[in-house]
């Protein structure tokens, strides 16, 4: 048993066995999930290596910690105090070598249709391999000659494809409130509980999204000052109540029949995270009072204790980005949502509504559920097809890798960035994500205004 376990081990780190392999206690998982898995888990470790790099917490303690520091800096040639493995320059040259290594896997992988190929084996398997080769690529960044004009050149890389990241979220989230709308009204032909279903779950939304927007009101504004918090949250507002308007207006009924207020429903919850997620990321306002002292107007009262315990701001504050990274990554590299940023969709009469929609009628694949089973824990389930894109797969982590350069470096204030203080607010993560807002709100209106000018199938819904 003993022997069959290394051999396992051996053939899931050096061959092209599913991960599964490599530990007993793993239970039995599909090749495909198992794939990408282990794809996420070199991205946290990257990710948290990021982290650490930018904390100033841990870079003193490991200079008042580690003998001969100083020396060993010198030694590896990272300066006095190994200045140039921390910081926001450190940050680009690791996530350099993460985004190589996922761009060069989206280059090996186009055009892959089923998991018996060579270049299919070498993206399911091989994993010790592959993390040589993300180390090293991660190392070597540090030995690129001319070093500040790459850093000045791979920041605007960075921001093209952290915003390309953004932009292919907000597309899916888009797609999503059409694609929920779209099931839902399937079902009414058959059953009138969906008209009851469609109609509390757009109350709900739209209560949320009222009550949100009050609630920042209250708290994000104040009688005197808060001018430009007012002014945004009136332009948001306005906004939802733009969007909600011209998805029942006649027009745009006539030529999408399926399009409502669930659609809008949903970007106004979305709008209203991002308008308070925004303001949440500002950077306070100090003024004095009558009595001389410094007061902080404009965030709620209770919000100026929430940043005492810088460390554990940063560690909860990192964990939910890396989650909420991970999950956009996850769910936006499915086949379902790679054909539906191409324009495919299913045909209106093969709806069939479900609660759970979005998890498909048959789950990601047949072969599973005909027990198609090799070896003891690894269910290989793409033999016929691939279940999802591998290159878009790759794709995207390419994007998300730039897109934690950026957001970690705290955007276009790199300079003086550090993971203790980029909770605490920023002018560049606030107009980011206010223009995330706006962009989406775009988005939604293209969906609707743009059969108006030129019917087209892409923008059926």
């Known amino acids: 048993m003993s022997a069959q376990c290394c ?24 090749q495909s999930r198992s794939t990408r898995f282990m794809y996420a888990l070199y ?13 100033n917490t841990v870079a003193n303690g490991m200079r008042e910690h580690i003998p001969f520091f100083e020396d060993m800096c010198k030694g590896i040639k990272a300066g006095d105090t190994c200045e140039k493995l921390v910081g926001y320059s450190a940050v680009y040259r690791v996530c350099f070598g993460m985004a190589c290594f996922f761009f060069i896997f989206c280059l090996l992988t186009l055009k892959i249709n089923n998991s018996k190929s060579c270049r299919a084996y070498i993206h399911n398997g091989f994993w010790f391999f592959k993390l040589l080769l993300l180390g090293a690529m991660c ?59 469609l109609s509390l779950v757009t109350l709900i939304m739209y ?97 100026q204790d929430l940043y005492r315990d810088k460390n554990l701001v940063a560690g909860l504050g990192t964990t939910l980005l890396c989650a909420c990274i ?7 590299t499915t086949r379902s949502s790679s054909d539906a940023l191409q324009g495919r969709y299913a045909a209106p009469d093969l709806e069939v509504a479900r609660c759970c929609f979005c998890f498909g009628s048959g789950g990601e694949d047949t072969e599973e559920q005909q027990n198609v089973k090799e070896g003891p ?42 993971i203790e203080t980029f909770f605490s607010g920023s ?27 030129r019917p087209s199938p892409h923008f059926s819904v």
Request: glycine residues 8%.
């Open 326 to 332: 991970l999950y956009s990554c996850l769910t936006s």
């Open 377 to 418: 824990r690894v269910i290989y389930d793409e033999k016929r097809s691939t279940v999802y894109s591998y290159a878009y797969f790759h794709f995207v982590f390419f994007l998300a890798s730039l897109y934690v350069m950026m957001t970690v470096t705290n955007w276009f204030n790199y300079e003086s960035a550090n």
């Open 427 to 453: 002018w560049s993560i606030f107009w980011v994500k206010m223009a995330s807002c706006w962009i989406c709100v775009l988005l939604y209106l293209g969906t609707l205004v743009a059969p108006l000018c």
């Open 7 to 30: 051999a396992g081990q051996l053939a899931c780190c050096c061959g092209n066995a599913g991960c599964s392999y490599c530990c007993g206690c793993c239970p039995k998982i599909r």
């Open 43 to 55: 991205f946290i470790l990257v990710v948290i290596i990021c982290c650490i790099m930018m904390s």
């Open 207 to 303: 209560s949320i999204a009222t009550g949100g927007l009050i609630l920042m009101a209250v708290f994000y504004t104040q009688k005197d000052g808060c001018l430009e918090n007012k002014i945004l949250l009136g332009v948001n507002g306005g906004l939802c109540l733009l969007i909600s308007v011209v998805a029942i207006s006649p027009c745009v009924q006539n030529r999408q029949p399926h399009s409502g207020l669930l659609q809008s429903g949903l970007i106004s919850c979305y709008v209203t995270y991002l308008t308070f997620s925004a303001l949440s990321s500002k950077p306070v306002e100090v003024v004095l009072d009558q009595h001389g002292k410094n007061v902080t107007i404009c965030v709620p009262d209770f919000g």
């Open 139 to 197: 190392s070597g960044a540090f030995f690129i000659p001319d070093q500040e004009t790459f850093l000045n050149a791979w920041r605007y890389v960075g921001a093209i494809g952290g915003f390309l990241f953004i932009g292919i979220q907000l597309l899916l989230l888009v797609e999503f409130a059409h694609k929920w709308n779209k099931n839902w009204t399937a079902g009414t032909a058959s059953n009138k509980l969906w008209y009851a279903s």
